[in-house]
Antibody, heavy 118, light 109 residues
Framework: EVQLLESGGGWEQPGGSLRLSCTASGFSFRDYGMTWVRQAPGRGLEWVATISGTGGRYYADSVRGRFSISRDNSKDTLFLQLNSLRIEDTGIYYC????????????WGQGTLVTVSS | QSALTQPASVSGSPGQSITISCTGAYSDIGDSMYVSWFQQHPGKAPKLLIY???LRPSGVPDRFSGSKSGATASLTISGLRAEDEADYYCSSYTSRATLIFGPGTRVTV
């Protein structure tokens, strides 16, 4: 059974930084692309970033240059470094296993809440 | 602002069929086989319903079906049930090597 467990969310001031983690199990982590999707309170889903199994990175325009996606295949863990945080970055951040990189968001974690506020 | 458009809401009675549209452009839905649909109940994570336009993951009832014509994808729910009341999102791979989601459709049964 695929399981994705996010952590690292919390409260931060505008301009601050946070690092999200996602521990994966139930599949061969290194063989799959992984994605972060976020959802602002009461709003829809927004793709944030994707990393392939071999480390190729893709970003939404809204976060490029501020967020960085990475992975540690030896620890089956996905990361998202959030820098220069803005109020509009507030939301639930979901860790997602791709069926094929950048194709299908196949399995979703339960999410971790990031709140950016002064 | 999402580049995909969906109706804000769709409603139906139990047993009826409803269809949710998702309209994009040639650079996304029109030129991609990677069109997906997701169901999200309040307070829960999204769940994959349809991938690659019309394929169902294991465990998804065949009441859910997907199709595409040009730059518009559609999700049809047949034999509507109370538990189908949820938000539904479409997504597509784009020619810019990004993913985009539709704004979501609230289904009321």
């Amino acid at each position: 059974e695929v399981q994705l467990l996010e952590s690292g969310g919390g409260w931060e001031q505008p301009g601050g930084s946070l690092r999200l983690s996602c521990t994966a199990s139930g599949f061969s982590f290194r063989d799959y692309g992984m994605t972060w999707v976020r959802q602002a309170p009461g709003r829809g889903l927004e793709w944030v970033a994707t990393i392939s199994g071999t480390g190729g990175r893709y970003y939404a325009d809204s976060v490029r240059g501020r967020f960085s996606i990475s992975r540690d295949n030896s620890k089956d863990t996905l990361f998202l470094q959030l820098n220069s945080l803005r109020i509009e970055d507030t939301g639930i951040y979901y860790c997602v296993k791709d069926r094929l990189t950048l194709s299908t968001c196949e399995y979703w974690g339960q999410g971790t809440l990031v709140t950016v506020s002064s | 602002q999402s580049a995909l458009t969906q109706p804000a809401s769709v409603s139906g009675s139990p047993g009826q069929s409803i269809t949710i549209s998702c309209t994009g452009a040639y650079s996304d839905i029109g030129d991609s086989m990677y069109v997906s649909w997701f169901q999200q109940h309040p307070g829960k994570a999204p769940k994959l319903l349809i991938y690659e336009i019309g394929l169902r993951p294991s465990g998804v009832p065949d009441r859910f079906s997907g199709s595409k014509s040009g730059a518009t994808a559609s999700l049809t729910i047949s034999g509507l049930r109370a538990e189908d009341e949820a938000d539904y999102y479409c997504s597509s791979y784009t020619s810019r090597a990004t993913l985009i989601f539709g704004p979501g459709t609230r289904v009321t049964v």
